[in-house]
Structure formats: C-alpha cells, structure tokens
C-alpha cells in the first residue's frame, strides 16, 4: 500500500526556518518525481516545488524560489522541504504527492503557521 | 504562468443532475491536464489526468474531455458523495498550475 506521511510543520515565528519531512513506502521511491502541494484551509491548491526520482533536477514557484529547497534521500525514502525566511503568507497545510501523469498519491498534510 | 480558470465557481445541482465543470487554460495545455475532487476535511484525490483518462477506481460517471485550452469535467449523474470542489490542475509548464476550484452543491 502506498503512503505518504508528512511531518515537521508547526508554529513559526516570521523570518524562521522549518523542514518538512514526508517518509514515502509501497512503491518504488526513487522512480517518481514528487512535489510539495500548499492549501491555506478554506483555499485553494497551490503548486510549491518538484524534484525529478534522482534528485537532479528541481522546480518552484516564484512566490517561494530562493528561500525554499526541495530534496530527497532515495536511500531513506523520503522527501523534504526547507523553508527559509518564512512569511506570514507561507502559512498552509503542506501536501507532498507522487506525481504520476497527476497526482495520484497525495499525504494527509502538515499545518504549517508563520506567526508571531 | 498558464491561468486555469474554472467556471462556474459554484454549481447548484439535486442527486441525479448532470454536472459539467469548465477549465479554461490561458494558453495551450495539450493534454495535460489533470481533474482533483476534495471534500471538506479530506486530502484531494485524482479524478482524471491527462485530459480524458480515469485515475483508478474512479466511477465511470466521471469524464473529462477537451484538449488545447478548453477542458470539461462531466459528472454524468450526481451521487450524494459527488458534492464537493473540483480543481483542474496543469502539467504541460512550469509553474504548474491549479484552477481557483469549482464547489459542487446540493440544491
């Protein structure tokens, strides 16, 4: 069975750092790319970064490029997400997904609060 | 960046009714387009991808058509458990994109 189970987001103050962490099982990790989904509650689906199974390449949205950076351990089977400089509007639950011609597998989310 | 825009942003509609959900990408997608449903306090879950192909376990009520820049999401007979937002999501260029979600409700 595949899972996705993100972890790591909590309260932060402006400015401050977080990882996210999203432990992956039931299929083969390193042949799929995986990305990071945001959602403010109530809102709608943002797009926030992608990294290709080997970790070659990567992509972000402009509204976090230069403060996030997406990154996998193969060996480990998991995916994260640095978040640098945190602002108030990066508040959201983060969603890591198995891209598959869409997102097929998606984790239950983690809330992440920029806030002092 | 490609803007999805849905329509309508709500659609009414009774059990039974046919629901058809518009996305419209401000230039062409090809195919790559993508269909999510998400119920409140639920995670997304994949309908269609690739314009017209269902996800697995997706009822064959669900169907998506169109290519380029116009594409529509058909629910043929609405079941209880199909009221919900719908987004269509773009994967022909970086940054993807999502539609703003079109909320379907019980009439």
């Known amino acids: 069975e595949v899972q996705l189970v993100e972890s790591g987001g909590h309260l932060v103050q402006p400015g401050g750092s977080l990882r996210l962490s999203c432990a992956a099982s039931?299929?083969?990790?390193?042949?799929?790319?995986m990305h990071w989904v945001r959602q403010v509650p109530g809102k709608g689906l943002v797009w926030v970064s992608a990294?290709?199974?080997?970790?070659?390449?990567?992509n972000y949205a402009d509204s976090v490029k230069g403060r996030f950076t997406i990154s996998r351990d193969n060996a480990k089977n998991t995916l994260y997400l640095q978040m640098n400089s945190l602002r108030a509007e990066d508040t959201a639950v983060y969603y890591c997904?198995?891209?598959?011609?869409?997102?097929?597998?998606w984790g239950q989310g983690t809330l992440v609060t920029v806030s002092s | 960046e490609i803007v999805l825009t849905q329509s309508p942003a709500t659609l009414s509609l009774s059990p039974g009714e046919r629901a058809t959900v518009s996305c419209r990408a401000s230039?062409?997608?090809?195919?790559?387009l993508a269909w999510y449903q998400q119920k409140p306090g639920q995670v997304p879950r994949l309908l269609i991808y690739?314009?017209?192909n269902r996800a697995t376990g997706i009822p064959a009520r669900f169907s998506g058509s169109g290519s380029g820049t116009d594409f529509t999401l058909t629910i043929s007979s609405l079941e209880p458990e199909d009221f919900a937002v719908y987004y269509c999501q773009q994967r022909s260029n970086w940054p993807l994109t999502f539609g703003g979600g079109t909320k379907v409700e019980i009439k």
């Open positions: 690739d314009a017209s």
């Open positions: 997904t198995r891209a598959n011609s869409g997102y097929d597998y």
């Open positions: 990294i290709t199974g080997d970790g070659s390449s990567t």
């Open positions: 230039q062409s997608v090809s195919s790559y």
């Open positions: 039931g299929f083969t990790f390193s042949s799929y790319w």
